[in-house]
């Protein structure tokens, strides 16, 4: 597996974005590969020789499927920040990550109650998911050493707010909700997308200030 080039001294929100892509599409086709071949005996080196890890293909090599097991669960992810948080290493709970965990759990039991199946509304359930856990990687630890890498995940997170708030206006125009909970939906995705705008007008702030011969953000 080739890794991608890293740019000199400290990586923009650019560099961060480009290689989270990479990593988002190789992550992807393990997946699609895992779920291929999780029968066959011989798994491990078939998916090593699928995805290009020629490396990984002898005695000692098949330790990377060790370490690729961590990506087989978004919830996964999601649950070994939560449990730093529990621990107290260092996560700090944003106002952000509260309003969106609580965003989620709002959603899963207003489409419970309105027995909504929509695909629409199994996308707001999902983007509300993945707008919960790219806040959660984007805000975790006390200090931000990586700006780009905050900014990157803080983008991601917005796109999911964006896609969100698309997918509730989606289910109330198929299968309208009770009058006063559309705009209370609305509501709630708004303030965290507006939240978002604004702390990542914060850290590129910070990134210039940091950085003044860079002209990024």
Same mark, same amino acid.
């Not at 699609?32 to 290009?52: C, K, S, T, V, W």
């Not at 919830?75 to 965003?103: K, M, N, T, V, W």
């Not at 803080?154 to 707010?161: D, G, T, V």
């Given at each position: 597996?080739?890794?991608?080039? *890293?740019? *000199?001294?400290?990586?923009?929100?650019?560099?961060?974005?480009?290689?989270?892509?990479?990593? &988002?599409?190789?992550?992807?086709?393990?997946?699609?590969?895992?779920?291929?071949?999780? @029968?066959?005996?011989?798994?491990?080196? %078939?998916?090593?020789? &699928?995805? !290009?890890?020629?490396?990984?293909? @002898?005695?000692?090599?098949?330790?990377?499927? /060790? @370490?690729? @097991?961590? #990506?087989?669960?978004?919830? /996964?992810? #999601?649950?070994?920040?939560?449990?730093?948080? &529990?621990?107290?290493?260092?996560?700090?709970?944003?106002?952000? +990550?509260?309003?969106?965990? *609580?965003?989620?759990?709002?959603?899963?039991?207003?489409?419970?109650?309105?027995?909504?199946? #929509?695909? +629409?509304?199994?996308?707001?359930?999902?983007?509300?998911?993945?707008? /919960?856990?790219?806040?959660?990687?984007?805000?975790?630890?006390?200090?931000?050493? *990586?700006?780009?890498?905050?900014?990157?995940?803080?983008?991601?997170?917005?796109?999911?707010?964006?896609?969100? #708030? /698309?997918?509730?206006?989606?289910?109330?125009?198929? +299968?309208?909700?009770?009058?006063?909970?559309?705009?209370?939906?609305?509501?709630?995705?708004?303030?965290?997308?507006?939240? %978002?705008?604004?702390?990542? !007008?914060?850290?590129?702030?910070?990134?210039?200030?940091?950085?003044?011969?860079?002209?990024? !953000?």
């Amino acid at each position: 597996m080739a890794d991608l080039p *890293e740019p *000199e001294g400290a990586w923009d929100e650019y560099a961060w974005e480009k290689f989270l892509k990479e990593q &988002e599409r190789r992550t992807g086709k393990y997946m699609e590969l895992l779920e291929r071949y999780i @029968d066959d005996p011989n798994r491990d080196q %078939i998916i090593a020789q &699928e995805m !290009g890890w020629y490396h990984l293909l @002898d005695r000692d090599g098949l330790l990377w499927a /060790e @370490d690729m @097991d961590s #990506l087989s669960s978004h919830q /996964e992810e #999601l649950g070994e920040i939560e449990q730093g948080a &529990e621990a107290g290493d260092g996560y700090r709970h944003h106002p952000l +990550c509260s309003a969106a965990s *609580e965003l989620a759990v709002w959603v899963d039991r207003l489409l419970e109650r309105e027995k909504k199946t #929509l695909p +629409c509304a199994v996308k707001l359930t999902s983007q509300v998911a993945v707008l /919960e856990a790219k806040l959660a990687l984007a805000l975790a630890g006390d200090e931000v050493d *990586e700006i780009g890498m905050t900014l990157a995940y803080l983008k991601r997170a917005l796109r999911a707010a964006n896609q969100a #708030l /698309e997918a509730g206006i989606q289910s109330n125009q198929q +299968c309208p909700f009770p009058p006063e909970t559309a705009p209370e939906l609305e509501r709630r995705i708004f303030q965290i997308r507006d939240g %978002i705008v604004e702390l990542m !007008g914060v850290y590129r702030a910070e990134w210039r200030r940091r950085h003044p011969k860079d002209r990024t !953000g």
